[in-house]
């Protein structure tokens, strides 16, 4: 052996040591000079290995970790068991892995690069871009602009038909609040068609050592995997995403406890708002990201403090004198509307049935009218307020209050909520100030997503189950999701259901003079 050769494997020998990634340039050279020199043809084009690949078995959803170091870096996956490991060096994991076992062909999850160990020379084949595409899916404007007119099944490779887009989410204990948050806003347009570029917001900067990033990362990713026609499997998992939701948001959503959806949206959507650029500030130097011009709205509040009771009329007149006790106004952005349900009766029925109240939606939202006040009671003061909408958004968001805690546990409200699902005016909401009116031409709204929970009883709280309904636009079709489960649904069965959050889509005025005419 030579000078330089014994000097290369005294530094692949360190390398390995310290548990630093092989240079893998060095391997590449190497190892191809002995595949073309030993038989006389280019291995990396013929490889003989390729039939010992299980399509079945590979699953790239889960975390990219080595399933021995549990090290990050340098981490590949085998292509014939699905399992990961580190390195390709002679001493790597993937290196003993190949021996012992007998498994040869690996792809660098990072490169996308393929090779064959233990000879350790790359594999070049056009029959691999399949896995390729799986691990990481890619989309062009032209793929985007399709996808909400398609109506095409798709065939997985274990044989199961599915829509892109239409895909069930693991639950991997206690996630489904998260899972059904998820599955609706990827079918909110302008956010779907932003995410499934990833240069969108690859280049995005942020201080050093701010974990906020990944979950840009991660959305987009799961974004990508569930609208890909091209899946091994008719699921995803959504296992990198929720591990960035417990990082980023400091153990306050975890995968293992049940939580509130509304929560987790506010959360989610308020952090890719900051993150993407967003401000609260209405006339900010700083642009709106695509968060705030798809959901954001802006409200006016008006409110008042109210007079203490106990006052005669004279002491109560020289107080609404005062600035104190003057109405204010603040115009204050929002992404979501709070709703509130009357509460439900206590006693029963002459039948001795509990009888479950029915509420049209014009009634709750007449909340937002700029005219109804509501009082707000804390332990020092009471304080009136009503609120006015200023500005509508392309997608509103609108929450129904259905749990309230009291002394003993939440309790939830049964309520049934009256509502269309398409051609719901908003107008009688919205400001009846000339300047705001002239700037919403259509004030129409249609359902595309309705967030449902469900429980054994009224004093169960949130322990129960939650599942979300998808309007598909390219079939017209509803389908009920509920983690791996994916049904179709008849629309007449969405107003039965005890709705939670709802997602409502401008309609465009184009698409509703050709409905006129």
Not at 340 to 365: G, R, T, W
Request: glycine residues 4%; aromatic residues 8%; proline residues 5%.
């Amino acid at each position: 052996m030579s000078a330089p050769d014994i000097t290369r494997e005294n530094l692949l020998q360190n390398k390995l040591k310290r548990n630093y990634p092989v240079d893998e340039d060095d391997d590449d050279k190497a190892d191809a000079k002995v595949a073309v020199n030993e038989t006389g043809v280019d291995r990396s084009r013929k490889c003989p290995y390729l039939d010992t690949i299980n399509r079945h078995l590979l699953d790239f959803d889960f975390e990219k970790l080595c399933s021995v170091s549990l090290s990050h870096l340098n981490v590949y996956a085998c292509l014939v068991c699905g399992k990961y490991f580190q390195g390709r060096g002679q001493k790597s994991h993937a290196y003993t892995h190949s021996v012992q076992i007998g498994h040869h062909v690996y792809i660098n999850l990072h490169t996308l690069r393929f090779y064959c160990l233990p000879d350790n020379y790359e594999v070049i084949d056009s029959s691999l871009d399949d896995i390729k595409f799986v691990l990481n899916p890619t989309f062009s404007v032209h793929n985007i602009a399709l996808l909400s007119s398609n109506t095409k099944l798709t065939r997985a490779y274990d044989g199961a038909t599915y829509l892109p887009g239409i895909v069930g989410l693991n639950n991997i204990k206690a996630n489904d609040y998260c899972n059904v948050i998820l599955q609706a806003l990827s079918h909110v347009g302008p956010l779907r068609d932003y995410f499934l570029r990833e240069e969108n917001y690859g280049k995005i900067k942020r201080p050093p050592g701010d974990h906020m990033i990944l979950l840009v990362q991660r959305f987009g990713e799961l974004l990508r995997k569930l609208w890909n026609p091209r899946n091994f499997k008719a699921h995803v998992s959504p296992h990198e995403m929720l591990q960035s939701v417990v990082l980023c948001s400091k153990k306050r959503f975890q995968i293992t406890t049940q939580g509130d959806p509304i929560e987790f949206l506010s959360w989610l959507l308020n952090s890719l708002h900051s993150i993407l650029g967003g401000t609260k500030k209405k006339n900010s130097t700083v642009m709106n990201s695509r968060i705030g011009n798809t959901f954001q709205g802006h409200m006016r509040i008006y409110s008042r403090k109210v007079l203490p009771v106990d006052l005669d009329p004279r002491e109560q007149e020289a107080l609404l004198q005062t600035e104190e006790y003057q109405e204010t106004s603040v115009e204050t952005p929002f992404l979501y509307l709070t709703a509130d349900l009357p509460p439900a009766p206590i006693f029963q029925d002459e039948m001795k049935q509990n009888i479950i109240p029915q509420v049209p939606l014009s009634q709750i939202l007449s909340k937002f009218n700029g005219m109804q006040e509501k009082e707000y009671k804390t332990s020092k003061e009471s304080i009136v307020k009503r609120f006015e909408i200023r500005r509508l958004p392309p997608f509103l968001i609108m929450c129904i209050k259905r749990f309230n805690k009291n002394l003993f546990y939440v309790e939830k409200n049964p309520t049934i909520l009256n509502f269309p699902i398409k051609n719901i005016d908003l107008s009688d909401i919205l400001s009846q100030d000339e300047d705001v009116r002239a700037q919403h031409p259509n004030t129409t709204y249609d359902l595309i997503a309705n967030i449902v929970h469900d429980s054994a009883g009224a004093d169960q709280g949130r322990r129960g189950t939650f599942r979300v309904h998808i309007l598909h636009k390219g079939t017209g079709k509803w389908f009920e999701m509920q983690d791996l489960h994916v049904t179709e649904i008849l629309p007449q069965m969405i107003t039965l259901t005890e709705a939670y959050i709802q997602i409502y889509e401008l309609r465009k005025e184009d698409s509703q003079k050709s409905q006129s005419a």
